[in-house]
């Protein structure tokens, strides 16, 4: 019987002192920090699914051979045999050293 009545004084007092506030598995500052976290997580799924469907709408462009054609002159500079390509930089894009 003393037992479960240290156990309970023992309880009502960290609970009326107020230390469970700070020293609790569920404390506010506990909570705070998931909280923070939960929201930092959202914020970067929010960005992916941006990403995603930045995505999935280049593959449809890509679908035909026309543009994937396009897409491989312009950015990998890939040209067809007998074809010279120029690649013009202007002033202000290039880096001074």
Do not use: P, W
């Amino acid at each position: 019987m003393g037992l479960i009545r240290d156990q309970y004084l023992r309880a009502h007092f960290k609970r009326f002192s107020g230390l469970d506030v700070f020293f609790d598995t569920n404390s506010f500052l506990i909570q705070k920090e998931l909280q923070s976290q939960i929201e930092s997580l959202e914020a970067e799924k929010k960005y992916l699914e941006g990403e995603i469907e930045k995505d999935r709408k280049a593959l449809k462009n890509l679908s035909s051979d026309e543009a994937m054609e396009k897409f491989a002159r312009e950015r990998y500079f890939m040209k067809k045999k007998n074809e010279a390509v120029f690649i013009i930089e202007y002033q202000d894009s290039i880096l001074d050293e």
